[in-house]
T-cell receptor, first 117, second 111 residues
């Protein structure tokens, strides 16, 4: 089946540094990918919708200058957390629609756990 | 505000019993409904999708949708310890790719 690959799975960084997370669709093209964030014991919250070749659409309350999204190809979207702070520590998960036209299935990457010291 | 409500649990059932998970949603325009399973520290994986009123069965899992009452449920028959996880319901409106998730119900199957 379709696979969404996400890297890195875990990252620890110092406060003030930037971290890039990659999300790749394997064996299929994804014009749209979604970035979610999940705090401990909370549900997934949509951060932004990443559109190939155009600007991402951010959800209310998500700072677009802090969470930079680039979707430069049909198989790769990246999320960069800029000037990370401890409150940005979370589980970040990307997803893409799979299953063919009209299947309406979202497949998730394995997630990236970010810890900011 | 469009919301999905789930009982956070935890829900404990003995091995072999039926686990019943429920979810209510507020948006009558919702078209597609999904149940995801999430193990601790892992990303969600799709269990079932349901689009029409009624029941949909897949192995030990049965999803039930009642659009008039705005609820969707998941039944797990012959529950196994490996079913212990958090179950997230999600919905999507017509013409939208975005999913809205409930907070999840933590299920514990006791051997």
């Amino acid at each position: 089946g379709a696979v969404v690959s996400q890297h890195p799975s875990r990252v620890i960084c110092k406060s003030g540094t930037s971290v890039k997370i990659e999300c790749r669709s394997l064996d299929f093209q994804a014009t749209t990918m979604f970035w979610y964030r999940q705090f401990p014991k909370q549900s997934l919250m949509l951060m932004a919708t990443s559109n190939e070749g155009s600007k991402a659409t951010y959800e209310q309350g998500v700072e677009k200058d802090k969470f930079l999204i680039n979707h430069a190809s049909l198989t790769l979207s990246t999320l960069t957390v800029t000037s990370a702070h401890p409150e940005d520590s979370s589980f970040y998960i990307c997803s893409a629609e799979t299953g063919g036209s009209g299947a309406n299935v979202l497949t998730f990457g394995a997630g990236s756990r970010l810890t900011v010291l | 505000q469009k919301e999905v409500e789930q009982n956070s649990g935890p829900l404990s059932v003995p091995e072999g019993a039926i686990a019943s998970l429920n979810c209510t949603y507020s948006d009558r325009g919702s078209q597609s409904f999904f149940w995801y399973r999430q193990y601790s520290g892992k990303s969600p994986e799709l269990i079932m999708s349901i689009y029409s009123n009624g029941d949909k069965e897949d192995g030990r899992f049965t999803a039930q949708l009642n659009k008039a009452s705005q609820y969707v449920s998941l039944l797990i028959r012959d529950s196994q310890p490996s079913d212990s996880a958090t179950y997230l319901c999600a919905w999507r409106g017509a013409g939208s790719y975005q999913l809205t998730f409930g907070k999840g119900t933590k299920l514990s199957v006791i051997p």
